[in-house]
């Protein structure tokens, strides 16, 4: 079978995963790939789907959990259209905020989808007004739109497309959605039916005609119970009361009673789990007009005088809170002060739509336990289909190393155990030639191990509050200079980013990225143990340690790519973690510097690939 692929040929174990991707569109299935990095997974799965696709009415939804990982699936589109000449058109689909031609970078969500919400209920966009004037059904003017657009742009280059023709990029790019076979987007465009069903019904798709594939899936189901969630801050009740007063509203003493409420229902703990009802309680002290006059503070505030209105915020916290969901309710206190949340326990309220696609394949580097994702995700059993694929790497490109002269479990944390990590990361950055990323299970342990350390390289170090654009900087920083990156597992440097040149060599993972015992892990637990039978491994364990697969991952792109990779831990050795080797051949040792240094020095010579 002849496939649409953009390169000559295709990497090891990749035609492998192309034919089970087809056959699985093919049957209808739901496929799961756990397929290692450097797989070429956007390749594999793009050049199947498009090959089913091709000459039907179906459409393949490319969707991931960031902006950032739309340019690959964007640059394999490009790439199989140039080289097998064929006819595809994809769009770059991102929110509206991002496309907006009016001046909206300092909104925050709420407020911006305020305020576009209200620019094109009063017909006050000019961009939007066009869109509304333009005659889509107009065959030969569509041609001609369709034809300049092209093959595929980003969502960059469509701002400027559409900006061309003073249209709202986002209204322009869902009417170019009909004339579209890839749809790349982020997951709560298909996931959440608010989003998905005017979004559909525009490009004039269906559910049941989409070949949906979902990259990075170990991230679904965590993504999708933090858009379910809801949290409010004590700064954000106090900002919204300012709000308030400032447009002439009563002010309800809300930052008051709301804190004594907090304070009240705290007493000495951290956090307590509260019902529904104790908010309700709390409301009936206000008016009942307290939500709607928030909202009109809210949009008062954004019209007049700034990009982001608490009162909106707390509005819409207080609108659906009371809203019956599968969730824990928490008050949790703070640094400053207090947070109420309600955390959301079910993903599958939303996933369970995969089940209706003609085919859906999640994919991931670490898709393991499969049953786990099958359960929490609420897929079709009858419909799943599984599958693990070998490393393309050759075995003498990688060593894998458990060090077990220290563990970073809560009760063994303490100064001496951090001065042993301390000292043998030292040993492992002296004999590693080049790069070395350190991820630790959080910043606490990070804070506590880094300067125990002597490190005579640079150390470039994530902070908790950096903001994307100061990790870019970081990890160009790094990039640049080589050194030393740490980070935490689960955080940004450790997934989703790649060195693509060889910039680490050693990456070390610090315990294992287990989540702190909280109400919300408790309550996941039980909510899992009482759906599967798995509550600790679902909630708990199994995330903690895909969390330090994933941050093992990062150093590998090509096949030549060499890389060490200790696990500070002994926990690895234990039964419940060490699944996550797979095949692969481990080192057990208490000195794993040693094994570093060899590793380097005997294959210093040796030629790859
Ligand atoms: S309709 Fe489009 S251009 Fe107008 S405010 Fe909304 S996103 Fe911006």
Redesign the pocket.
């Known amino acids: 079978m002849e496939f649409l692929f953009r390169h000559e040929k295709p990497r090891k174990f990749q035609l492998e995963l192309i034919r089970d991707i087809y056959s699985a569109i093919a049957g209808g299935k739901i496929f799961l790939a756990n397929a290692p990095t450097g797989s070429g997974k956007t390749d594999a799965a793009l050049s199947a789907a498009l090959t089913y696709a091709a000459n039907t009415n179906l459409t393949v939804f490319f969707l991931t959990p960031k902006i950032s990982q739309h340019k690959i699936a964007l640059d394999v589109v490009s790439g199989i259209a140039k080289r097998c000449n064929e006819k595809i058109r994809a769009i770059d689909l991102v929110g ?2 991002h ?4 001046n ?1 970078s300092e909104y925050d969500n709420e407020s ?1 989808y305020h ?3 209200n ?2 209920k009063r017909k006050s ?4 007004n066009n ?1 509304r004037k333009f005659d889509f059904s107009n065959e030969k003017k569509m041609e001609k739109i369709v034809e300049e657009y092209g093959v595929a742009r980003s969502f960059i280059e469509a701002i400027e497309f559409a900006a061309a023709y003073q249209m ?4 322009l790019l869902l009417r170019m959605g009909k004339f579209s076979n890839v749809i790349i987007a982020d997951y709560y465009h298909f996931l959440v039916p608010q989003i998905r069903d005017g979004l559909l019904a525009r490009m004039e798709k269906r559910v049941e005609d989409s070949i949906v594939i979902i990259d990075e899936a170990h991230n679904l189901a965590s993504r999708v119970r933090g858009y379910l969630s809801l949290t409010a801050t004590d700064r954000m009740i106090g900002r919204a009361e300012k709000e308030l007063r400032m447009f002439g509203f009563r002010s309800e003493k809300l930052y008051d009673k709301f804190s004594d409420w907090a304070n009240e229902a705290l007493g000495k703990k951290e956090e307590v789990v509260i019902e529904k009802e104790d908010l309700a309680v709390l409301l009936e002290e206000f008016s009942p007009e307290l939500v709607t006059n928030l909202e009109d503070a809210g949009s008062s505030y954004i019209n007049i005088r700034a990009k982001k209105s608490a009162a909106l915020k707390l509005a819409i916290f207080l609108s659906e809170w009371m809203n019956d969901i599968e969730c824990v309710r928490i008050i949790k206190r703070t640094a400053n002060g207090f947070k109420i949340s309600r955390k959301s326990l079910d993903p599958a309220v939303l996933t369970r739509k995969l089940n209706e696609t003609y085919s859906t394949i999640l994919m991931s580097g670490t898709l393991q336990p499969f049953e786990m994702h099958v359960d929490v995700l609420g897929l079709d059993k009858e419909r799943v289909e599984a599958k693990d694929y070998p490393s393309p790497f050759p075995e003498r490109n990688i060593i894998n190393i458990i060090a077990t002269s220290a563990t970073t479990r809560y009760s063994k944390r303490n100064h001496e155990t951090y001065a042993t990590i301390a000292g043998e990361i030292e040993k492992i950055v002296e004999a590693t030639p080049g790069g070395v990323a350190v991820f630790f299970p959080s910043y606490n342990v990070m804070n506590e191990v880094i300067p125990l350390t002597n490190i005579p390289k640079e150390v470039h170090m994530q902070q908790s509050n950096m903001g994307p654009h100061e990790i870019r900087a970081l990890i160009g920083r790094f990039s640049e200079k080589g050194g030393v990156l740490c980070g935490v597992q689960g955080g940004s440097l450790a997934e989703g980013v790649d060195f693509c040149n060889e910039e680490i060599k050693t990456i070390v993972i610090v315990g294992v990225g287990l989540e702190e015992m909280s109400a919300e892990i408790e309550a996941l637990i039980k909510y899992y143990e009482k759906k599967f039978q798995k509550g600790w491994e679902y909630a708990y364990l199994y995330p903690g340690t895909i969390k330090a697969l994933q941050a093992a991952g990062r150093a590998r792109r090509k096949e030549s790519d060499r890389v060490a990779v200790v696990y500070f831990d002994e926990r690895f050795r234990w039964k419940n973690y060490k699944w996550i080797f797979g095949h692969a051949h481990v080192v057990t040792t208490a000195t794993p510097s040693r094994y570093v240094k060899d590793f380097w020095n005997k294959n210093s010579n040796l030629k790859i690939g």
């Open positions: 509206r905020r496309l907006c031609l009016l909206s911006f305020f576009c919400e620019k094109r966009c000019e961009p939007y869109v709202c990029p986002y209204e």
